[in-house]
């Protein structure tokens, strides 16, 4: 079964960074879409960054300019690096992985994400 692992989560002071990692392992990874999703307390899902296959990125606005999302095939592992972070940033972040051939998509378990002085 494939299982996205997500890490690199935890508490951080206002201003700070933190780098998520995303190892999803048992499929081609080069054909499949990446994305993070966060899901704040009473708050729906939101989609926060998204990277094609080959690499096209997009953001939503409240992140852009401060987060970056990125992709290393080899290591079957994508990023979201997050600089500048904010108490509105505060959520349970979510690795998704999405087929550009087909129907297939999973999704990691999350890991909390604190902005908190």
């Known amino acids: 079964q494939v299982q996205p692992r997500e890490s690199g989560g935890g508490l951080v002071e206002p201003g700070g960074s933190l780098r998520l990692s995303c190892t999803v392992s048992?499929?081609?990874?080069?054909?499949?879409?990446m994305a993070w999703y966060r899901q704040a307390p009473g708050k729906q899902r939101q989609l926060v960054a998204h990277?094609?296959?080959?690499?096209?990125?997009d953001y939503t606005d409240s992140v852009k300019g401060r987060f970056t999302i990125s992709r290393d095939n080899d290591a079957f592992t994508h990023y979201l690096q997050m600089n500048n972070l904010k108490p509105e940033d505060t959520a349970v972040y979510y690795c998704?992985?999405?087929?550009?051939?087909?129907?297939?998509?999973?999704w990691g378990q999350g890991t909390q994400v604190t902005v908190s002085s």
């Open positions: 998704h992985a999405r087929s550009e051939r087909g129907p297939w998509n999973y």
């Open positions: 048992g499929i081609e990874f080069d054909l499949y879409g």
């Open positions: 990277i094609t296959s080959g690499g096209t990125t």
